[in-house]
């Protein structure tokens, strides 16, 4: 498997399977539950190739993968020994009530977030060709398109009562049950408001309702449980604790049929009894709120979510909101949250567009040009941790556009009826009853004010001078000089040809992922200490050090492409993690024919692993080197 040395070591630093609770993934992380995050090797982690970055928030333990997650997400899997029901796990009892119910919501909806939006994509266009005129809503054509839409929506709870089993540590098969109970149609028609026999409970309350059916004597309370949310997930918590207590006093010979029998008998009752309508009601009242707070400021409340979204997309907070937006939607038949938010994303992108047009840096060029494409669909975690976040002042840009243009929606009062696609696939989510009203083109307008603001704002805020000047060494006057007080100059490790980093076929570092960087075709077998300072990392087989220097620069030299599965063959360490260094010391002795015998490139990245704490990283111009001689300059 591609991924499977990666998975391993990742297995192993996070404190080895026996220290993970669950796993689940997300477009571009692995977001661990660990019994002891204390136990996590995080800076090794980070700087591990292959890996982007190492967070934690909200509970869990997140490792920044790329794209790739999914492949990677199944080898980790599979080296944790994770069955598919183990992978989701458990509710993390550790931590704070905040960060517990992130990872609980987390857990429940990511896995089905896919699909979840696929489903809106197709009910939204839907939508748009009804509202352009090109089917009628009689149409088999609309009706079967809002079919295949529509049923994952209305069948909602049975899909969370898998999920939410599977998170309770439950039997998926009575989440689903349950969730099938609440959706079963003559149920469902039987308990419709407006039924002729129906009579009121509580009048004159604000728990007033309609009930037009008994069980074993006692009302049920008229409540339709369709596309629901909070519902489903109370009952298969009920239904989990009452699940674990009969496992225990049932014996083992009927446990097989008997614990999902008294199971579904008792808690399916309960839930339209009790557990329901209560559940119902808080979701109505949490729906309320969310409305009155908007309905007070919708200006402010688009300035702030718009604002804060990409920061709270970083430390994976923003699930919150979305639970309550998925409620909204099930409670009033919209929400008008994640409008306030939509724009965001697209100003990250005319940001990075604006760089991308403004610089001559290759570089910067080939990690702008995936950012952009990606932001425009919606996944903007490229352009957030390869580009703007480093260099701080865009990614503050960025937010500021987001705010603005949230306010724009805000006071549009632009909805949205569904989930849908991310980006440009977003826009059919707002088309309502009214079809293409001025709310639904305010999101356009919006999104296009925050595109262009942030194209231009990255394009005048970036500039390649202080650079271009430093390279040159002329014309920089006196500030230039005072710049480089505390500048760490980087010599050469080796002898050899130097290759633009983004051209090697390794895609972490061609990418940039792990930082910014040069590369050396070797003609020596020997590599040195580029700088003084300390080995701060010395992977088992010799095949990459890291080093940090005296003033704080730290340094990745990765001897070859893959050469980590040659496990340790042709290299020879001359050094231990954390001694000190003298410049030119040998620190490595490698094989270079007999890697190359092997099939494996031989070419050396040399990277900048802090890149994001540094103001920039000056590179040589020269196309050979020798080793000792001057390589690159971080400016800090």
Known sequence: MKYEELAKEIVEKVGGEENINSLTHCITRLRFQLKDSGKADTQYLKNKDGIVTVMESGGQYQVVIGNHVPEVYDAVRKEAHMSDDSSSGSVSNNGSLFNRFIDLISGIFQPILGVLAAAGMIKGFAALFMAIGWITEESGTYQIMFAIGDALFYFFPIFL??????????????????????????????????????TMLFSGTFFESETALTFLGIPVIS????????PIVFSVFFASRLERFLKKVIPDVVKTFLVPFFTILIIVPLTFIIIGPISTWGANLI?????????????????LLGAFWQVFVIFGLHWGLVAIAINNISTSGFDIIIPLTFAASFAQTGIVLGMLLRTKNKQLKSLSIPAFISGIFGVTEPAIYGITLPRKKPFIYSCIVAGITGAMIGVAGTKMYFLGGLGIFGYTTFIGENGLDMAFWMSLIATGTALALGLIIGYLTHSDKKEAAIEKGTGAGETAKEEMVNDVLVESPVSGKIIDLTTIKDPVFSSLAMGKGIAIEPDNDVVVAPFNGVVESLFPTGHAIGLKSDNGAEILIHIGIDTVKLEGKYFKPLVTQGETVEIGQPIIEFDREAI??????????????NTNLAKDVVLEKNETIESGKHLLTVIL
């Open 287 to 303: 729906g309320s709120g969310a409305l009155a707070l908007y309905n007070f400021s919708p200006l402010f409340a688009g300035l």
């Open 161 to 198: 009562g898998l999920r939410a089993a599977k998170k309770f540590g439950s039997n998926q098969f009575i989440g689903m049950a349950l969730g099938a109970a609440l959706v079963y149609p003559t149920l469902v028609g039987a308990m419709a408001l407006g039924n002729e026999n129906a």
């Open 596 to 609: 190359a015998h092997a099939g494996f490139d031989t070419v050396i990245p040399v990277v900048v692993t």
């Open 223 to 230: 409540m339709t449980y369709t596309q629901s949310v909070i």
